[in-house]
């Protein structure tokens, strides 16, 4: 009975909303618009700012661009960004939003699935609030998190998921107890959170099951790592047929393979077995910038590796071969920013921060400032912003989320992610909302008071104006 009553209501209102729309048929399909004005824009690609100009915002797109006004409907919102400078949305390309640390240990023994998707909810607001309109997951989650957030049920940026990590036993993404015996299930495998694969069929199986649990790409662990349990930093992780399987299974959803990869032999192997996105990359160099215009492939560096104070750090020195480990690599690595500079290559911002959102939120404003004390503030806002894009792109037309429109960039048609900082980031890169300091760093707001707005698919999520 009431099954009936309700199917008579729902299908009266929507007679009764056909009947009123058919005199406005012409109004119903006006995009909303918000116009942004007298902004100088960094449009994510050119070393300089347009001063003075207009951007008109239809929907979730950039409709037009002009340095004289430009008309807008009455109900038009209207933004007056004097002093603004007006750039694309940041993009992260290399976060753990599930991995809340403290370390990986304690993730393996006393995390549950609740633990890591509030975790994970929490980051994705953070992220989105310090200017990120786009983040992609280097590993550790699937697709939930993105469906609640394009479905607007919790708040954050685009995302880009990778699915487990794949890595071979004892390497990088071998986050099991030290007792647990090979081929035993963990916490990470039965979340597909991280997968051991010890062969081409392994790889296969684990790749395909990553797509099918929502990733867009895929994320291979062809290094060891320093904060790792098992694993010399030099280790030669897959075979080339491993890592090859990987990207097989990445082409044949039309999308790709990220790898971990710091030593030049890993880079170079990775490069030749069709990786389109080398991650750290620390032994960088010109024989590699190379190969990597040839393929067509990115790179993505956390700079805090290069931080002066990289061996105080509480996770590395309290564990003795951690430390160990730290120092071999920086004296290793040290010639990345030389190499960058001297034969630059496409390069992503990437944070590639394991821990509570607090200490995220510090590491990455402190990211931000490395980027400018290493690189300069066009380089820098170039990172942040089209590079991503680029990269972003790599995931194809069958995978990638968001495939209608550009990101990253400041043009008509791109997708309306954009954001208004307080002054001129080529003069004082810290309206992005850099940090001064790493380790014992006072609490960050929740957003830098310099961003004074944040747009996300044409929705506005912070104004302070
Ligand atoms: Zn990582």
């Not at 990207?247 to 030593?263: I, W």
Request: glycine letters at 10%.
């Amino acid at each position: 009975m009431k099954k009936t009553l309700l199917a008579s209501s729902l299908a009266l209102m929507t007679s009764f909303s056909f009947a009123t729309e058919e005199g406005s048929a012409a109004q119903e399909t006006q995009l909303p618009q918000t116009l942004f004005q007298n902004v100088d824009i960094f449009n994510g690609t050119e070393d300089k700012l347009y001063e003075d100009h207009f951007v008109l915002v239809e929907g979730n797109k950039i409709a037009s661009i002009s340095a004289k006004t430009i008309e807008v409907r009455d109900d038009a919102v209207i933004i007056d960004g004097s002093g603004k400078t007006l750039t694309p949305g940041f993009i992260e390309n290399h976060a753990h939003l599930m991995l809340m640390g403290p370390t990986l240990p304690a993730m393996e023994s006393n995390t549950t699935w609740e633990d890591f998707a509030i975790h994970g909810t929490r980051m994705a607001e953070m992220y989105l609030m310090q200017g990120f309109t786009t983040v992609r997951d280097a590993g550790g989650a699937n697709g939930g998190l993105r469906r609640a957030i394009d479905a607007g049920e919790i708040v954050g940026p685009r995302y880009y998921p990778s699915g487990a990590f794949l890595g071979t036993r004892g390497g990088h993404a071998d986050f099991a107890n030290y007792t647990a015996p090979v081929g035993q299930e963990t916490n990470f495998s039965r979340l597909n959170m991280a997968q051991e694969v010890d062969s081409v069929a392994d790889v296969k199986k684990y790749a395909r099951n990553n797509f099918r649990m929502g990733a867009t790409q895929l994320k291979y662990m062809q290094s060891g790592g320093v904060v790792s349990a098992f694993d010399p930093w030099q280790l030669l992780a897959g075979s080339p047929e491993e890592v090859g399987a990987a990207v097989e299974v990445a082409n044949t959803y039309g999308s790709y393979v990220m790898a971990h990869s710091y030593r030049r032999e890993a880079i170079l192997a990775a490069l030749e077995a069709g990786v389109k996105s080398i991650e750290h990359g620390f032994m960088f160099d010109c024989e590699i910038s190379d190969l990597m215009k040839e393929k067509g492939a990115y790179i993505t560096t956390n700079l805090t590796a290069f931080d002066p104070n990289l061996l105080e750090i509480p996770a590395v020195k309290s564990v003795p071969s951690s430390l160990a480990k730290a120092k071999s690599a920086s004296a290793a690595f040290k010639d990345y920013i030389p190499n960058m500079k001297k034969c630059p290559a496409p390069r992503g911002f990437q944070t590639d921060c394991v821990g509570s959102v607090d200490a995220c939120n510090i590491q990455i404003a402190y990211e931000k400032k490395l980027n400018n004390d290493f690189f300069g503030a066009y380089e820098s806002l170039k990172t942040l912003t089209s590079v991503g894009g680029e990269i972003a792109t790599l995931s194809g037309d069958f995978m990638n989320p968001y495939p209608d429109a550009k990101l990253g960039v400041i043009e008509k048609g791109a997708y309306a992610d954009i954001l208004l900082l307080d002054g001129n980031p080529f003069e004082d890169f810290s309206v992005v909302g850099t940090g001064d300091q790493w380790f014992g760093a006072d609490k960050r707001p929740e957003s830098p008071e310099s961003i004074a707005l944040i747009m996300k698919d044409g929705v506005i999520y912070k104004n302070a104006l």
